[in-house]
């Protein structure tokens, strides 16, 4: 089977690795991937939403799969841009369609949503420049700290969680005046759920699922969760709170609902889901959700998947998820993520990594990389490479992640030195 990967991310690197190992491959592209994709994959110069110019090399090449990793031609409608043509429409395309891809694109949207299925979750209202005053009056009726959450795409950094009254309703102000373009035109205030955070995955084909091993990542940049919000710093693979009778309760309670609330809406659903829960008072409810795999917990989750992903991946598409089985390795995955000085605000690429070859007992799942003229691998993004261990107890993995870190080089490098601080 040929196989396009959509994206150059970590996550990509992460997928592309797996289904490498498969014996149902034959050829392996990623569009347009980065250094590490390079290594296991024909890397094509082609962008992520350009359907036309992807639709065309998947009909050159004859490739039978698309699976798209990153979210914003999910939301864009490549999975219908695929169905809608007769000469595409037999490529299974991993990724749903737009109205799907929703509940990540709209926080609106994915919030009543969650309402109308009854998946718990935290009370919010959505305003706009035009109902601001009220949304100080709803801020006035919250209890600190105060979320707000940008409506639409903003790359991980559109959630502030503000202690202040007037720091929240100045934070509004700016987010409804176009802090985040056109991803917050609109805003929810949402109520403040205190708890413990983990990312739950599913593959679905729209009727049957498959849960994969969960997950714990750190978005804070500094020590401790402290600082600004980066796409993730570091994961950890099980997550040691998530107990067998924890687990069953989201499945019962959010996962099995999700499903069945799609299928209720009439959505078409084939690919993966994110739910982004909280653990409050023992009860599990939905932070958010995504159409997607998550970056950086895919490098921790994957890794621990025994079963042939391929094979499970094609069955979902043929809707015959029902025939699926998997197995998960025992043990600990855990990554730390290594970025550039200035990440997530302003930071340059172009600086040469070095050491690569000298890493032992880890995989580098590299997430903004390229080439330079000379064939050097370079930083080409905030997030440069995760570092993956694996052990039979965390301690164990993360010692291997750490010593990875350490050992890696490359011009103003950062990274969290106390992932896992809080299990």
């Not at 996550?11 to 296991?40: F, M, V």
């Not at 992807?54 to 490739?63: D, K, R, S, V």
Request: charged content about 25%; aromatic content about 8%; overall charge negative.
């Amino acid at each position: 089977m040929k196989v396009l990967i959509l994206g150059s991310g970590g996550r990509e690197h992460t997928l592309a690795w797996k289904i490498a190992q498969s014996n149902k491959l034959t050829k392996l592209y990623a569009a347009p991937g980065n250094a590490g994709t390079a290594d296991i994959a024909q890397n094509i110069n082609i962008s992520v939403t350009d359907f036309p110019k992807l639709a065309q090399f998947i009909l050159n090449e004859g490739i039978e799969m698309l699976i798209v990793g990153p979210e914003a031609p999910l939301v864009e409608g490549v999975a219908d841009y695929f169905a809608n043509d007769k000469s595409l429409s037999h490529v299974k395309v991993i990724g749903p369609k737009k109205a799907g891809a929703l509940l990540e694109g709209s926080k609106d949207y994915s919030k009543k949503f969650m309402v109308r299925h009854n998946i718990p979750a935290g009370a919010s209202k959505t305003f706009t420049l035009e109902t601001i005053e009220s949304g100080y009056v709803f801020l006035e009726m919250q209890k600190p700290p105060y979320v707000l959450k940008a409506d639409g795409l903003a790359a991980g950094k559109g959630v502030l969680i503000i202690d202040s009254l007037e720091e929240a309703k100045k934070s509004l102000k700016e987010m409804l005046s176009g802090q985040f373009g056109e991803a917050s035109k609109s805003v929810l205030v949402e109520q403040f759920l205190d708890g413990i955070e983990l990312s739950v995955f599913v593959i679905t084909d729209g009727k049957n699922y498959i849960t994969l091993p969960e997950a714990k990542d750190y978005k804070r940049i500094g020590e401790g969760d402290t600082g600004l919000n980066t796409g993730g710093m570091g994961a950890i693979s099980p997550v040691p709170f998530a107990d067998k009778a924890f687990m069953e309760e989201i499945d019962k309670t959010i996962v099995k609902p999700t499903i069945d609330g799609l299928a209720k809406d009439g959505i078409d659903y084939v690919g993966f889901i994110f739910f982004g829960l909280i653990k409050v008072d023992g009860k599990p409810y939905v932070i958010e959700y995504n159409a997607r795999m998550g970056d950086p917990e895919t490098e921790v989750v994957i890794p621990r998947v025994k079963s042939d992903l391929l094979e499970i991946l094609d069955l979902a598409g043929q809707r015959k998820l029902d025939q699926a089985s998997i197995e998960f390795e025992e043990g600990y995955a855990t990554t730390v993520m290594c970025v550039s000085g200035g990440y997530p605000e302003a930071y340059q690429n172009g600086k040469e990594i070095t050491e690569l070859d000298k890493l032992k007992d880890v995989t580098a799942f590299h997430a903004g990389t390229t080439f330079s003229e000379l064939g050097e691998v370079v930083t080409n993004g905030g997030r440069v490479i995760a570092l993956t261990g694996k052990g039979p107890d965390m301690k164990s993995a993360l010692a291997k992640s750490f010593k990875a870190a350490e050992t890696v080089k490359f011009d103003k490098k950062y990274f969290r030195s106390d992932i896992g601080f809080d299990l």
